[in-house]
């Protein structure tokens, strides 16, 4: 994991819902060449060089659903997505680990090998949705209202399609990358529950990821 000294966050009181539900936020000791904000909702990168942010909770057991909406992206393998907590964030700009979306230009990265497209999703306010079923572990993702995977078959309410992960515990990680015209200000804001969402909840999925 690359951890930076440039900790600028703490972790800020939990946010408990009316109905008990704590929801995750990021973790300011997992922080690389990236400041939060917003509660430790915001992940803001501080210079060009790789950097990310991971939640504090990682799941094995488990039906989650989150959503991570762009603030600004310029590298072009910018990720937002799932990993496990030891693979650091070099590994998911290159693809190398962990499954998520490269921002500019929608490819889905899993586990060594890009997967899909689910196309471009770098623009301001585009909001990537999840959804991590971690007993069965498959990983779906959707930009802003299109289709899970980018199929009209994949389903996380049915466990169609999706992406197959090898790790037994996951958690939520964005990343930033060096390749393209990365800058200083670039930042993804997460939902993981502590508002109402864009977008539907899948059946059967928690709405959010709790801490």
């Not at 509660?39 to 990310?52: E, I, M």
């Not at 070099?90 to 962990?98: A, E, K, L, S, Y």
């Not at 007993?135 to 078959?153: D, I, P, R, Y």
């Amino acid at each position: 994991m690359f951890i930076s000294p440039q900790i600028v966050a703490t972790r800020p009181p939990a946010i408990v819902s009316a109905g008990g539900f704590t929801p995750t936020t990021f973790d300011a000791a997992s922080l690389s060449n990236v400041t939060l904000s917003n509660g430790n909702l915001t992940a803001t990168r501080s210079n060009t060089s790789v950097g990310g942010a991971q939640s504090i909770a990682a799941k094995g057991t488990g039906k989650f659903y989150w959503e991570v909406v762009v603030g600004a992206s310029h590298a072009n393998t910018d990720f937002i997505g799932i990993a496990s907590p030891t693979a650091g964030y070099f590994v998911c700009i290159n693809g190398n680990d962990g499954t998520g979306i490269w921002l500019g230009d929608g490819r889905t990265p899993n586990n060594g090998s890009p997967t899909g497209v689910l196309g471009a999703a770098n623009a301001p306010g585009t909001v990537i949705r999840n959804a991590y079923d971690a007993g069965n572990k498959k990983f779906w993702q959707a930009v802003n209202g299109g289709l899970w995977e980018g199929s009209g078959t994949a389903d996380p309410t049915t466990n169609t399609g999706g992406r197959t992960q090898t790790n037994a515990t996951m958690q939520p990680l964005v990343a930033f990358a060096t390749n393209g015209a990365p800058q200083i200000g670039d930042n993804y804001t997460a939902n993981f529950g502590a508002t109402a969402f864009t977008y539907s909840v899948p059946s059967g999925f928690t709405a959010g990821w709790s801490a």
